[in-house]
């Protein structure tokens, strides 16, 4: 009896633990989507309330927000870069995390090296040279920034699959060879496929990062070309500082519907795929 009661307490400890911690993480959501249908006064004036009568404005927010902001062409151009900056991360990491693996010498050792050393090396302490140099090289567009997050979102990614491919038995690679399959073939029809998990858990942390991502497109985009983040802050700006924060909250929740439904729809490969990547690594 004494055991089942200790078990209970500590069942219902847990649980009001996890309900306090969901409702902190869901909280500053429900806020926003709150708000999104207030009035600019009542935004500044009475947050936490919910919106009735003379706060409540309906979709007005969505519409003003969606003309003004020039959100459509941004939410294309976000879902390009997000895209096409997810599978070029995925296909040019997994690759060199399989090289990596597979050739053993001094070279991979320090090049591996190199891209966990990476992710410990602060983006401060390289903005403005990084800033410098993509002026130089004029990837200050939509295709050139696609190189930029291949580039800092490498290091992760390649601890991840170099782990994950480490657990592949060699032997299975051999086999495909004498087949009659070269590398390319080897690599995308046998090796690839068995790195599905992994690829899936590097998707969504990369997409979840690139499309919430702020800073890099603001740098090295600016105005011209701007994604939904920037379209956002710019657009919700009026004159002398005012900011119209109920079209500035209805524009935050069209940006984070897509990559709740997302990660929603993918979550359950999170974990499974980081268990795999880091059995050996």
């Known amino acids: 009896m004494i055991i089942e009661s200790n078990r209970s307490i500590k069942k219902t400890i847990q649980f009001t633990f996890l309900l306090l911690l969901t409702i902190v993480f869901i909280f500053p959501i429900l806020l926003v989507l709150m708000n999104s249908f207030k009035s600019r006064l009542y935004v500044s004036t009475a947050p936490f309330a919910f919106p009735k009568g003379d706060m409540f404005v309906g979709i007005e927010n969505y519409i003003r927000g969606v003309t003004s ?27 060199s995390a399989w090289y990596i693996v597979r050739v053993k010498s001094k070279f991979t050792r320090f090049l591996y090296y190199m891209f966990t050393f990476s992710m ?18 004029s990837f200050d567009n939509v295709f050139g920034i696609l190189f930029v997050y291949l580039g800092f979102g490498a290091g992760l990614t390649v601890f991840m699959f170099t782990g994950f491919i480490k657990s592949i038995p060699q ?17 995308f029809r046998i090796v690839f496929p068995m790195l599905k998990p992994t690829a899936i858990t590097v998707a969504i942390l990369q997409a979840m990062w690139i499309w919430n991502d702020y800073l890099l497109p603001y740098l090295i985009l600016g105005s011209d070309h701007k994604t939904v983040p920037v379209a956002i802050q710019l657009a919700m700006q009026g004159a002398y500082g005012s900011t119209d924060y109920g079209g500035f909250m209805a524009m935050l929740v069209l940006a984070i519907i897509p990559i709740i439904i997302f990660y929603v729809a993918s979550q359950k490969y999170i974990i499974r795929g980081v268990i795999a990547g880091a059995v050996k690594g």
């Not at 294309?76 to 040019?92: Q, Y």
């Open 69 to 95: 902001s020039g959100f459509i062409l941004a939410f294309f151009r976000s879902v390009w870069i997000t895209v096409i900056g997810v599978l070029l991360i995925i296909i040019c990491t997994s690759m």
């Open 171 to 187: 032997e299975v690679e051999e086999a495909a060879t004498i087949d009659g399959c070269n590398p390319l073939q080897t690599y």
């Open 120 to 137: 410990i090396v602060p983006f401060q302490m390289v903005m403005y040279t990084m800033t410098f140099v993509v002026n130089r090289l």
